[in-house]
């Protein structure tokens, strides 16, 4: 019989219960806790998805019963964590940011560095089949030297203004994820410009954020990643990449359940509406997320994205916000 790798979850809430499905999708592993502040919720979640329950992270990494953990708590929480499952020696999966203070990350840095144990950033777009698939392609030289990278996410609806309140704003809090999926592409970024605008958002405009943005990144070897970013809109969740070369270029378009399409008397050509959000959309790479990790966790060869990644995102967030605000190109040097 297959050993069941034991997980401890904290963190209870959407993104938390995201991956509570997922280990109970994966058969050779398993809930083994469930912690949250919140009782209520991890109560919930355990008697869904199995595991102890407790209140305190403490207990859980004193109990000895955990062999890996996923942090899925506020990101107030995730640097303490992670600093907590490298002293009791525990791989982690945290999801984005680390923190949306830089300078707490750096801190954490060096620990990081030298930890034994496998630090994972959640960074599941990595594992889309789709983008993986036009990775390996462009990895392989199928469109020769890359020149351009084109990325847009819009999101179907603006998200309470709560949520805005606490996020960071949405360079850190939404193209954070295109941040990462560039650095997939074009690893050395030496330069970011970006805009920021207040199209329709009175919510983000009262938090001195932006509801729409395009950043434009440069690459060590004059690459250009273009990202197009909007709080909203009506036709569903966009999610568009497309990367241009020498010699051809690779491009994954919306998704829908299934590809049937209508044609008729009120439409040329009819489609089903697209995925409705990231939960449906990637619904599948936060499960292979987590068997990366579990396989980082185990000491096998693993894609996972780390800490260094995590970091990385962060310093090229704050330089977009930065480049908004202020108008001006920013210089970048991730290696620092």
Avoid at 116 to 134: Q, S, Y
Avoid at 189 to 204: C, D, L, Q
Wanted: proline fraction near 4%; aromatic fraction near 8%; glycine fraction near 8%.
């Amino acid at each position: 019989m297959t050993q069941q790798t034991r997980i401890g979850l904290f963190g209870t809430g959407r993104i938390g219960q995201v991956h509570a499905m997922s280990v109970a999708a994966i058969d050779d592993a398993e809930l083994a806790w469930v912690c949250d502040p919140f009782v209520e919720g991890a109560e919930r979640t355990a008697a869904e998805y199995g595991g102890r329950v407790s209140t305190d992270p403490a207990e859980v990494f004193a109990s000895g019963e955990v062999d890996a953990v996923i942090i899925a708590a506020p990101t107030a929480t995730h640097v303490d964590l992670i600093d907590a499952a490298i002293d009791a020696g525990v791989p982690v999966l945290c999801e984005k940011p680390i923190d949306l203070d830089l300078a707490r990350v750096d801190r954490l840095r060096e620990k990081a560095a030298a930890a034994t144990v496998p630090i994972v950033l959640g960074f599941n777009r990595r594992f889309d089949r789709h983008f993986a698939e036009l990775h390996r392609r462009v990895t392989a030289g199928e469109i020769g030297t890359l020149e351009q990278l084109l990325i847009t996410s819009r999101d179907p609806a603006e998200p309470p203004a709560a949520y805005l309140a606490a996020s960071g704003g949405i360079f850190r809090d939404m193209t954070i994820h295109d941040l990462d999926m560039a650095r997939f592409f074009v690893p050395e970024i030496v330069e970011v410009t970006a805009r920021g605008a207040n199209t329709f958002s009175a919510s983000a405009r009262e938090f001195g954020d932006f509801d729409s943005a395009v950043v434009t990144l440069r690459g060590a070897n004059d690459e250009l990643v273009a990202i197009t970013n909007s709080r909203h809109a009506s036709y569903g969740y966009d999610q568009r990449f497309e990367v241009f070369g020498s010699e051809g270029l690779l491009q994954v378009g919306n998704q829908t359940d299934t590809l049937v399409r209508h044609w008729g008397a009120g439409a040329v050509e009819s489609l089903e509406p697209y995925q409705n959000f990231f939960l449906q959309r990637y619904a599948e790479a936060y499960r292979l997320e987590v068997v990366e990790f579990l396989k980082a966790a185990r000491g096998e060869p693993s894609r996972s994205p780390g800490f260094e990644d995590g970091r990385a995102a962060l310093v090229l967030a704050d330089a977009a916000d930065r480049s908004a605000r202020t108008g001006a190109s920013v210089a970048v040097d991730l290696s620092r």
